[in-house]
Structures are given as structure tokens and as C-alpha cells.
Nanobody, 120 residues
């Protein structure tokens, strides 16, 4: 069974920093890892993604402020969030796209989410 465990959420003042971590277990191979967020009443959107080769994508709203990194050996992904703004307030979800076994389908796996609240 694939399990993703997130940590690092919380409350921070505008301009502050937080670091999210996500560790995956039970997964055979990973295509990419990433972070998504969902604010109340809004859809879940990609924040940042890192592919197995190391290339990254960022939402325009976080470019220059957030940095995604990964550790393939540990099946872990991190999100360093700097200069946080109130509009960054949301539930943040870890995402792995991968295979549970060598012959499994490529599937999106999700963490349970962690709340980030940025006060003004």
C-alpha cells in the first residue's frame, strides 16, 4: 500500500518561511513528485513539481519564492516556502505519480494534506 506522509504545516506571518516535507512508502518507482494546494471554495492547483530527472515546474504565483527539492533515495519531496503571503493560505497536498509495482499502472498518489495559514 502506498502511503504519503506530510509534515511542516502551520501558521506563519506574512513574509515568513515554512518548509514542507513528504515521505512516501510502498512505491516501486516515481515519475514525478509535487505539491498542490487548495484554498476554500477553489480547485486544487499545482504549486510545484519535480521530475525524476530533476527538472522542475512552478506555478507563476510562487516562482522566486518557493523551492521544490527531492530525494529519490528516500522517496521524499520538500517545499521551501519563503516570503509567504496571505494568498498562499490553503491546504497543501503532496503528490507522487508512480507505480506501486513494476507492472502496475502509473497512478497519482496523494497525501492527506497539511494546512498552511499565512496571517497579514
Amino acid at each position: 500500500q502506498v502511503q504519503l506522509v506530510e509534515s511542516g504545516g502551520g501558521l506563519v506571518q506574512a513574509g515568513g518561511s515554512l518548509r514542507l516535507s513528504c515521505a512516501g512508502s510502498g512505491i516501486f518507482s516515481i515519475n514525478h513528485m509535487g505539491w498542490y494546494r487548495q484554498a476554500p471554495g477553489k480547485q486544487r492547483d499545482m504549486v510545484a513539481r519535480i521530475r525524476s530527472g530533476g527538472s522542475t515546474d512552478y506555478a507563476d504565483s510562487v516562482k522566486g519564492r518557493f523551492i521544490i527539492s527531492g530525494d529519490n533515495a528516500k522517496n521524499a519531496v520538500y517545499l521551501q516556502m519563503n516570503n509567504l503571503k496571505p494568498e498562499d493560505t490553503a491546504v497543501y497536498y503532496c503528490n507522487f505519480q508512480g507505480r506501486r509495482t513494476r507492472t502496475s499502472w502509473l497512478v497519482d498518489y496523494w497525501g492527506e494534506g497539511t494546512q498552511i495559514t499565512v496571517s497579514s
